[in-house]
């Protein structure tokens, strides 16, 4: 995913970053800081699934445009909520100033950020420089988000910290962004209050709805290693 992000444009300095555990502080004392974005990868489950259309139920569909406090991409393509992870990673918080003006990745953004959400949905289907970008980040073996033709079960969801100190999960098949709460202006995306504002929060459900295994990985955004 790292390798996709740097052919779309974001500096080689930012990086993803696996997050072996978020209760050992000396396995979370290996993860760069400051974090600037936290992908939750997951299975879908029925209780997952459930809460979803719960939440969603009272809310209306987000529809707005133009620079907001996050930008927010709705999933229209099968199987792409990697990818829309990803983009959301990047395209929001401290995050955002990694982005090489000349880029793919700034032009795509420039167009999308003046949309309406299914507009900008329409503009990630047609995008040939998020095509390129990907086919390019499998030939050099890295990991990357699956594309629409690919069965896959595994959902991502985005924590990110905006610029007024707030905790938004997106999740492109949801009905908008959502605010999961205040942070300080010390914390980041790995922080106690972040975590249980957005994971802890997710892994209680699951444990509450009688999940017995959880299986769900972390990668988080930060400096790179090199």
Known sequence: MSSLIHTLGVSASLAFHDVFSIDDPDLLAFVPRPAYALLLVFPVSPSFERFRVA???????????????????????????????LLH????????NFIDPSSSLADLLASAVPLRPQQR?????????????????AAKGDTAAPMAAEDVDLHYVCFVKSGHNR????????HGPLDRG???????????????????????????????DLRFSLLVLAASDE
């Open 89 to 96: 990673a990047v395209s929001n918080g401290e995050a955002r």
């Open 55 to 85: 939440e969603d139920a009272d809310r209306a569909e987000y529809d707005g445009a133009g620079p907001e406090e996050v930008v927010w991409f709705k999933q229209t393509i099968r199987n792409a909520c990697g990818l829309i992870g």
């Open 121 to 137: 949905a329409d503009l990630l289907y047609r995008s040939a420089a998020l095509e390129s970008a990907h086919q390019s980040a």
């Open 167 to 174: 905790l938004w999960e997106l999740d492109g098949g949801r």
């Open 182 to 212: 205040e942070l300080a202006a010390e914390d980041d995306v790995l922080s106690p209050a972040a975590l249980e504002l957005g994971v802890r929060a997710f892994l209680r459900r699951e444990e509450a709805a009688g999940g017995q």
